[in-house]
């Protein structure tokens, strides 16, 4: 007979397996485990250096300078603003906020953004009110991300290429207050347009083609264009035709003998049958 650790008696062998066993609470925990069907329900935990809070009664998710590389999960569908700032996203994948059926506000500046799905708002278009895109690396954003938004939109330093897509986007939104300055053409556009500000220059040179009415009467052009063509080939298809056949009537009938013969002889044939 020994003495165990915990004071009970056991012999040597026995001692040992007890010893190896897990302490009771852990048992106990492991069982609750098992009854629950293998989850603990735990409460949805946001990822470091974010956090839900309360600001002037509207639930906002704060995600600034969280080190993100893409748009958390789990963010509760009840946010209204959301600060997704100065962090690492490069791009916004279609329906990236499509759970997010009120959201009002959403901060994606000073990011690495290069590229935006237009499909990157999906959802929005009832809600979103304010989006600030600024301070990323866009130098062109697919102007169908932003139909159908009512909202004002920051656009301020990024490396434009000042495109139509631009230009066809600035249609769409409203500009925040005192961004339209901050819109320059980066390296990436046409030589005279590099560090020139956007909005005087889009406000006088169309960039896309020679502009929807000019486009319009140049395909209008091809088309007549086109069509008299046609018609000059036919007209002298024709008029080669009938100068050929008056050539022919002319000339002495060498092979018309030949013809009425065998009609004659078909009919004949026919008459016999
Ligand atoms: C959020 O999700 C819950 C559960 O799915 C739902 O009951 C609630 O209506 C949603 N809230 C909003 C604002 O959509
Ligand atoms: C727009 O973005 C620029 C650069 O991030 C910032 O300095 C400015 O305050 C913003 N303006 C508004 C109205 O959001």
Redesign the pocket.
């Known amino acids: 007979m020994a003495v165990g650790g915990n004071g009970s008696y056991c012999t040597p062998g026995l001692c040992q397996y007890l010893a190896m066993l897990p302490p009771a609470s852990h048992l106990l925990s492991l069982l609750l485990v098992l009854g629950t069907g293998g989850t603990v329900p735990s409460p949805w935990v946001p990822p470091q250096g974010c956090y839900v809070a309360e600001e002037a009664g509207e639930r906002t998710f704060r995600c600034s300078q969280a080190g993100l590389s893409a748009v958390p999960t789990g963010i509760p569908?009840?946010t209204r603003k959301l600060y997704l700032d100065a962090n690492r996203l490069a791009s916004v994948p279609a329906g990236a906020f499509q759970h997010l059926?009120?959201l009002e506000e959403l901060d994606l500046s000073h990011n690495a953004l290069v590229h935006l799905s237009g499909a990157a708002f999906q959802g929005l278009a009832g809600s979103l009110r304010h989006l600030d895109l600024s301070a990323n690396q866009l130098a062109s954003v697919p102007v169908e991300a932003f139909v159908g938004l009512k909202i004002q939109v920051n656009l301020s330093a990024n490396p434009w290429r000042c495109d139509c897509a631009l230009q066809e986007v600035l249609r769409q939104v409203r500009l925040a207050p005192d961004t339209g300055t901050g819109i320059v053409c980066g390296p990436g556009a046409r030589p005279d347009l590099v560090g020139q500000e956007f909005l005087p220059l889009a406000g006088e040179e169309e960039l896309c083609g020679t502009g929807r009415g000019g486009a319009q009467r140049s395909t209008d052009v091809a088309l007549l264009v086109t069509m008299g063509g046609w018609l000059v080939l036919v007209v002298a298809y024709l008029a080669h035709y009938v100068w050929q056949n008056r050539d022919e009537t002319r000339r002495p009938l060498k092979p018309a003998p030949v013809l009425p013969v065998r009609s004659e002889d078909s009919s004949t044939l026919s008459t016999v049958v």
């Open positions: 569908n009840d059926p009120v």
